[in-house]
């Protein structure tokens, strides 16, 4: 159980600039500050498990979050879109756990589920038929094996692809099936569902019983450089990331 926790979504790091420098410096506050601290994907816009397959601005990122990782920063990560088979590879080293597909978190006496959200809209047959075809293991195996001077170059053609094809599932924030399936997961017992991948911030309350339970939506990181904070005495918001003040 979890006294506190921050979650992000969606930083789509791609170069270093303000945004990745920002990002680091509040998982340097979470470390110092002993938040948890949970990433529901798509923190590269493009990342591969494989080390050979790493983009060189990637390097130094990852092997600050081993760092703090080490330092005593509990850190979690559940795979998005653009992750690509990173458990072999950063769980245990760069975070705590790794799920592919996803996680559940106790804060205080409230139970979290996570997931990136991606496949929350059944409805989208073309994504769903395209997120099996990118994430067929026997495909990302041989890939793995290719030297990263051939598979780079193609992996950057693959990110712009990506871009244009996820445009069209970020347009319009699919409530309706996001509500059926937080629903779905209040029966089970949740408390809270936080999910990625929309880029947009959204917090549906929903009446059951004498309880509130809470659908949390994150947005893009670059975007205004927001985070969800959940605390066991049952507070709970989004907050805007400043360099000069603490998270909580």
Partial sequence: ML?????LSDAHLSQDDLHTRNFLNLVEKAAAED???????????????????TFRFQE???ER?????????????????????LKKTHEGTTFHAVSEGEMTAVVGSRSVYLSHGDTVNRADLAYR??????????????LSLLPPALVLPVADRLERK???TNRRCRESFP???????????????VDFVILGHFHTERILRFAQGRATRLLVVLPSWKEQWRYFLLDAEGEYGFRNFRPDAPLR
């Avoid at 703090?68 to 979690?76: A, I, K, T, V």
């Avoid at 038929?129 to 041989?142: D, I, Q, R």
């Fill in 3 to 7: 006294d506190r926790a921050i979650f």
């Fill in 35 to 53: 938040i948890p601290l949970f990433l529901l994907g798509d923190i590269f816009d493009l990342w591969f498990g494989a080390p050979g397959l």
């Fill in 60 to 62: 130094p990122v990852i």
């Fill in 65 to 85: 979050l081993r760092e703090l990782r080490r330092g005593g920063l509990r850190l979690y990560y559940v795979e998005g879109n653009r992750d690509f088979y």
């Fill in 129 to 142: 038929f395209w997120k099996t075809v990118s994430k067929n293991p026997l495909a990302y195996g041989a």
């Fill in 162 to 164: 990506l871009k244009r």
């Fill in 175 to 189: 409530e309706k099936e996001s509500r059926e399936f937080a629903l779905r997961m209040f029966a089970s017992g």
